[in-house]
């Protein structure tokens, strides 16, 4: 039988177990990604593990999220992350050089190898043929150590794509199709993988866009074939030595396969508070809009702005609004600049920002109260802008610029004949915001500030559980309502006693202080539970408070992982309905949890105290077990090392 692009990829880097749906395997990992936010964990943990220099063919360590700098934080957390690179053989792209997923698909993806990366939107290397997957710091970490990286064995999605795009609709409004059809859980356990005459019509940077926003079905990864468009991308980045074709084979089978007409969408919009309340931009058109920001790891490429600064040449910016570009890396900016595009937009009156993740994450460019914000980034979760209560769309590049030109949310199409644009047959290359690693490294310094806390210890799996459900939650809940992130927050993101103080404090704010008068603690939640970003402080924040378990209807994929790789214990509902038989404030027993846990038991007992014995699902490989057993990954790594010794 043929196989898919991504069984090819996986085939020819498995390590351990086998190609079977649902199974886990180990793969080898060729390239690492780390930002700063979820980067100073990743180097901790590395260097807890021992190893002088990383061991992966690449690894770049990015500074993208925390550029702001009110006080020593951020900048002292650069100056480590800069002094760790130099020390253990990490390339290191300097702040101000753009967003790890823009710059690492620029300068580094090279299609059918892999990338492990501490980002959720890891995946947009998947845009040049690579197989790329969003993870835990640890989990990075560990890849970087030389260590496979462990996953289940996804279904993959076929989507095939046939006819042309009309003026105006671009790759984005492709996705948001596809996440109005199949919801922000629709993806989790499986690959999504496009095919079909479709494709060919679609540049890398469309692919790549494409790819990005996989990430918010809940999607472990996309990936594109590599091809004439791959190679003529690869060209224009002087790096043609590393293209390689890369196409599923035309008798491979999907789990599942998805037709789309490319000449049948329209311009598409996701409206406040999920990246999948998506409906077409017509439907919501004439609401007043007060700010527009361009930009994020899903639309902030060269292409992107270009389309933003032709749309607005003989227009202008409507005076209710404020236009924000945040170009994705350097070579987007200088490249803007030297074309010309830099100067329509500051002609027009746009702010035009530094390269980074800025306002997507919080950082910044938080909306005025009450109004609507139109962003071209990945996200939309409640409150996640920096302002309560916040109303934040999601659209294309071109739906963001045709209502920043006239004040309302306008569909493209009204604003008449759409402007041809070009790309630069090659790029103006210049790498002077990336340091390659020195060979000679033995005196490096490695520079940490006071905010740098070494990391927790923590206790191995007790053989009886009994804890207080802490928290109960709904559906859907995601990393941001569990560690918020914003200006405030994410500074604290390499000090895990001052970050737990915040977790869940965007739904509970006595979260924090309840927990330090528990002894044990368990959260109960509803289905795809942690959707959203790779942040490991979702589970360690929990974890430090003591959370040993969480009783939810389903995990979202990297979450899931994190819990396990901190020792908390991540159980399912067997039947739904038991979710309406548990309050907050109950105290549960889970009798034999220890035992369970080594013993392979798929099952468990939930004493609820004055109430119900529920059923419940431990879904976990014989190494989650081992590792879960031991109170976390870090322990057990530590235990088997001792073994070999
Ligand atoms: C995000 O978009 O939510 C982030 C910030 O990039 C996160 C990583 C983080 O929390 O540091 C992600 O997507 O993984
Ligand atoms: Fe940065 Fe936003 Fe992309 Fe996350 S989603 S990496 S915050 S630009």
Partial sequence: MGLTATEKILNSHLIRGEMVSGSQIAIQIDQTLTQDATGTMACLEFEAMGIPGVKTELSVSYVDHNLLQSDFRNADDHRFLQSFAARHGIHFSRPGNGICHQVHLERFAAPGKTLLGSDSHTPTAGGCGMLAIGAGGLDVAMAMAGQPFYLTVPQIVGIHLTGELGPWV???????????????????????EYFGPGVARLSVTDRATIANLGTELGATSTVFPSDGKTREFLCSQKREGVW??????????????????????EPMIACPSSPDNVVPVRGVAGRPVSQVIIGSCANSSYRDISIAASALESRGID??????????????????????????LIHAGARIQQCGCLGCIGMGQAPATGTISLRTFTRNFPGRSGTKDDQVYLCSPETAVASAIRGVITDPRDLGEAPEISLPEVYLINDNGIIPPRDDRSDVMIIRGPNIKPLPEFDPLPEDLEAKVLLKVGDNITTDHIMPAGSKILPLRSNVPAISE????????????????????????????????????AALAPRYLGVRAKLVKSFARIHKANLINFGIVPITFIDPDDFDRIRQGDTVTIPGLRAAMLNGSETVEVDIKGGKTIQARMELSERDRLILASGSLLNWVKTQNRKNV
């Fill in 170 to 192: 671009s790759a984005r409004d492709i996705i948001l199709e596809i996440l109005r059809q199949m919801t922000v859980k629709g993806g989790v356990g499986k690959v999504i």
């Fill in 319 to 344: 005076p209710s609004v404020d236009l924000e570009i945040n170009p994705g890396s350097g070579q987007v900016l200088e490249n803007a600049d030297m074309a010309g595009v830099l100067r329509k």
């Fill in 502 to 537: 915040y977790a869940f404090s965007a739904i509970d704010p006595g979260f924090s202080s309840r927990a330090r008068e528990t002894d044990s603690a368990i959260i109960v939640g509803g289905e795809n539970y942690g959707q959203g970003s790779s942040r490991e402080h």
């Fill in 244 to 265: 390689q074709g890369l196409e599923a084979d035309p008798d491979a089978r999907y789990h599942e396969t998805i037709d789309m007409d490319l000449s049948s969408l």
